[in-house]
């Protein structure tokens, strides 16, 4: 196991002032669910699990510099169907533990993979949102055996971070707090976001340390072990990356990819629900009897 990285918050009073609103976020839950603590070779995962245990696995995984209670509003709706499980990402500003694992490295594969042991789960779906999107890429390419069905949001680790979006990020974090907000508002694009997210997201600039090592890139032989059924969700107005880039060079390596580009839509996919749960659920019966 990689030796835990306490760094990864500005301050202590940083570190707890973010879980002292992560706890806040989860006394108000919407759903019944349990908290679970995982062991891996590569430190304890945080995990929010709720729904039918009889049900079908479905795993959230968040985006870069988030935690898994970002899937609150959606939370509900996949629990109907599925039994979910939110998970906190090491090294980013949730519960699970602080290591960052090299992008390119299997970490984050092996990381997964132990915690699908650790929570008896076979196989399994995986919905991820832009990192967690990437997270889920690396799990299934390395291991599709697991994998009965993945769901992408904008995911990273197929094109590059478009210069423009580094170019700005670094202008905004320079200009202290007030930058921070600009720069989550500008990924955040057009769609109105629930002014405690945006709270929250705004806390978690201020005192987390994001990452800034560069980003890894999968291969054409890597994405070409994708042979299960894709979906693929991004906006015309992502200011991160090209989802229509993406989608063009999925087309020619994923022969079961199904993809839907939003007019206008930015990085922050809110309101998805709707959207992914007709894949999901397609053939259920079929992932149910195994």
Not at 39 to 48: A, K, L
Request: charged content about 20%.
């Amino acid at each position: 196991m990689q030796k835990a990285n306490s760094s990864i918050y500005k301050s202590d009073a940083g570190e707890r002032a973010i879980l002292a609103v992560y706890d806040s976020v989860l006394k108000n839950w919407p759903v019944e669910y349990q908290t679970i603590t995982v062991p891996t070779r590569h430190g304890d995962t945080f995990v929010i699990a709720g729904g039918d245990e009889s049900k079908p696995a479905l795993i959230l995984l968040h985006g870069s510099s988030s935690n898994a209670t970002s899937w609150i509003a959606d939370f509900p709706e996949y629990s109907r169907h599925f039994r979910v499980y939110a998970i906190d990402i090491p090294g980013d500003p949730g519960r699970s533990a602080p290591n960052r694992l090299p992008w390119n490295s299997l970490g984050y594969a092996e990381w997964l993979l132990d915690t699908l042991d650790g929570l008896k789960i076979e196989k399994t779906m995986l919905l991820g949102l832009s990192q967690g999107g990437w997270t889920a890429l690396r799990f299934a390419t390395c291991y599709p055996e697991r994998v009965y069905k993945l769901a992408l949001l904008t995911p990273g680790g197929i094109v590059p971070t478009k210069k423009s979006f580094l170019f700005k990020s670094i202008f905004y974090l320079l200009q202290g707090k007030r930058g921070v907000r600009k720069l989550n508002r500008y990924v955040a694009g057009s769609l109105p976001v629930h002014p405690d997210a945006m709270k929250f997201m705004d806390l978690i600039m201020t005192h987390f340390k994001a990452r800034i090592d560069r980003e890894y890139l999968f291969t054409d032989d890597e994405l070409k072990r994708i042979t299960m059924p894709v979906l693929l969700i991004g906006g015309t107005g992502d200011v991160i990356r090209s989802n229509e880039a993406i989608v063009r060079r999925l087309e020619n390596l994923v022969p079961q990819l199904q993809s839907s580009i939003i007019p206008g839509m930015g990085h922050v996919l809110i309101n998805m629900t709707q959207n992914i749960l007709p894949f999901l659920k397609a053939g259920i019966t079929d992932v149910e009897d195994g």
